[in-house]
């Protein structure tokens, strides 16, 4: 049997637009030769994507995406690689929409780790926001008749938006691109976008530039752009899992790997919803910040008749 030869690399090609075809090639369950089905983008819209926190650019098609096909290439018509497949949406109600990450989020991971040496994640705004539809709430905040933009409604703490944003600023430009009412900005062919991509777009360490009007008042702002600062990270970055034992109590970080152990794969519908509200919607409020959980009760005198209660966690 001849072995199998290594064909050229693939040439990447811009992220195709609304009805361009798109060819994915993979091998999904079902037999073990290479399978390709083709179908056509039908959306482009922000997804937050399975295996992480981030909300970031998607293209929606409605070729077939099964088990097998993750990490095999997208092509366009002159095959070059347009996006990587990597979900599907299966609810029972729905079939043929899968989802492919465009080259635009390849590249850029792909820069951020020949930069860093290390992936470090995509740029976050730094802030939580709120649309700005009702006409009677931007005259109540001094917006113009032709003004437009989103409110700040929390700056994060651990953000480095946190020494130049205030809550009740107006975004009303990031790095030149106008925020609409509803919180998008322009995109290609008359597409239209939420305007957290422009932050995702950046490497962290980056600088964004912002036109605001705060108190009636437009000022131009920058600060350095920074990564999501989740409670409760998604993976653990150190070699050997944290623990603290002080007493005979034991005590580890929260994080997503600790719920998958304990809880299982499943474990969004097996884990105490104390423990789920802070790995969901939980914020580090300050650099370092955790979410510590009480683990076990050793056996020794000192934690004698010492009543367990299960994970009781709190922030530190």
């Known amino acids: 049997m001849e072995p199998l030869g290594i064909g050229p690399p693939l040439e990447w090609g811009p992220s195709p637009s609304l009805e361009d075809p798109v060819t994915v090639a993979g091998y999904p369950l079902g037999g073990d030769n290479s399978s390709v089905t083709q179908g056509v983008v039908s959306r482009t819209d922000l997804q937050q994507y399975s295996m992480g926190a981030c909300w970031l650019l998607a293209i929606q098609i409605d070729a077939a995406i099964n088990p097998g096909n993750s990490g095999g290439p ?18 029972g109600d729905t079939e043929n929409i899968g989802y492919i990450i465009p080259s635009e989020v390849v590249v850029h991971f792909l820069e951020d780790f020949r930069r860093h040496k290390k992936y470090t994640g ?13 006409r009677y709430m931007r005259s109540a905040l001094q917006l113009k008749t032709k003004q437009q933009g989103v409110l700040v409604k929390k700056v994060d703490g651990a953000s480095f938006a946190r020494d130049v944003l ?16 509803d919180g998008s900005v322009a995109f290609r062919n008359g597409e239209r976008i939420l305007f957290s991509w422009l932050f995702a777009q950046l490497f962290v360490g980056d600088r964004c530039c912002l036109t605001i009007l705060r108190r009636g ?10 990564k999501v600062n989740l409670l409760v990270p998604a993976t653990n970055d150190l070699p050997r899992p944290e623990y603290l034992i002080v007493g005979g109590l034991v005590f580890v970080p929260l994080s997503e790997p600790f719920l998958k152990s304990e809880y299982g794969d499943e474990f969004e519908s097996r ?21 510590v959980v009480l683990t076990h009760v050793l056996a020794h005198e000192i934690t004698a008749n010492s009543r367990m209660f299960p994970f009781a966690c709190s922030t530190a």
């Open 166 to 181: 205030q809550r009740g600023d107006i975004i009303l430009t990031v790095n030149g691109s106008k925020v609409a009412s």
């Open 122 to 134: 995509f740029g976050d705004c730094g802030f939580t926001w709120q649309k700005l539809e009702n």
């Open 74 to 91: 997208a092509l366009n018509k002159e095959k070059k690689c347009v996006g990587i497949a990597f979900q599907s949406l299966k609810d």
């Open 217 to 226: 008042r437009q000022l131009q702002v920058s600060y350095q752009v920074g």
């Open 271 to 291: 884990a105490p919803v104390r423990l789920l509200d802070q790995w969901q919607h939980g914020m580090q409020q300050f650099p370092g910040q955790q979410c």
